[in-house]
T-cell receptor, first 110, second 112 residues
Framework: DAKTTQPPSMDCAEGRAANLPCNHSTISGNEYVYWYRQIHSQGPQYIIHGLKNNETNEMASLIITEDRKSSTLILPHATLRDTAVYYCIAPTSGTYKYIFGTGTRLKVLA | GAGVSQTPSNKVTEKGKYVELRCDPISGHTALYWYRQSLGQGPEFLIYFQGTGAADDSGLPNDRFFAVRPEGSVSTLKIQRTERGDSAVYLC??????????FGQGTRLTVV
């Protein structure tokens, strides 16, 4: 897997956009970037993934830089329920072994 | 069911005992994964099945750990001679061949 690095923690005010960065400078051209989150005592929840183009779904947007060495997950209007640990993962192409790391602990503040 | 189901949700066992943890994947998902998560850490890969065969078991910590998926659906993670260090949340996930993985809620194993 490409090594990913994330800040250990972030705070965000409720209703504001939460922007979570991830560096993956060693990513290969065919390796996707996946984002998951884990709310306390639950299993990881899939959020979004992308390769080159920016992606958007009902949960979030994913912005990938042109050189693909970093990405940002955007939660457009954070709510208290978005408080969780967010993981950025770049599994080696052709394998499905996710290396989670320690993620970013996002705390949404009322 | 709609999601990945893991049973039991909690398991307490004595050191040295044998335990089995069960995973029911999402119907139609050919790939199945087991992960282990210790307190304060991210999930750690254990084993990956594609169909009935273990395509990658490189994450199993030692030969006390074994997993099967005999019919390509339900999987069982088996731990022999449990040790206190095996205490963790064991997570199962499933996916389509080229799809993202969906995780269950996990089994919390406590070895006393």
């Amino acid at each position: 897997d490409a090594k990913t690095t994330q800040p250990p923690s972030m705070d965000c005010a409720e209703g504001r956009a939460a922007n979570l960065p991830c560096n993956h400078s060693t990513i290969s051209g065919n390796e996707y970037v996946y984002w998951y989150r884990q709310i306390h005592s639950q299993g990881p929840q899939y959020i979004i993934h992308g390769l080159k183009n920016n992606e958007t779904n009902e949960m979030a947007s994913l912005i990938i830089t042109e050189d693909r060495k970093s990405s940002t997950l955007i939660l457009p209007h954070a709510t208290l329920r978005d408080t969780a640990v967010y993981y950025c993962i770049a599994p080696t192409s052709g394998t499905y072994k996710y290396i989670f790391g320690t993620g970013t602990r996002l705390k949404v503040l009322a | 069911g709609a999601g990945v189901s893991q049973t039991p949700s909690n398991k307490v066992t004595e050191k040295g005992k044998y335990v089995e943890l069960r995973c029911d994947p999402i119907s139609g998902h050919t790939a199945l994964y087991w992960y282990r998560q210790s307190l304060g850490q991210g999930p750690e890969f254990l084993i990956y099945f594609q169909g009935t065969g273990a395509a990658d078991d490189s994450g199993l910590p030692n030969d006390r750990f074994f997993a099967v998926r005999p019919e390509g659906s339900v999987s069982t993670l088996k731990i022999q001679r449990t040790e206190r260090g095996d205490s963790a949340v064991y997570l199962c996930a499933s996916s389509l061949m080229d799809g993202e993985a969906f995780f269950g809620q996990g089994t919390r194993l406590t070895v006393v």
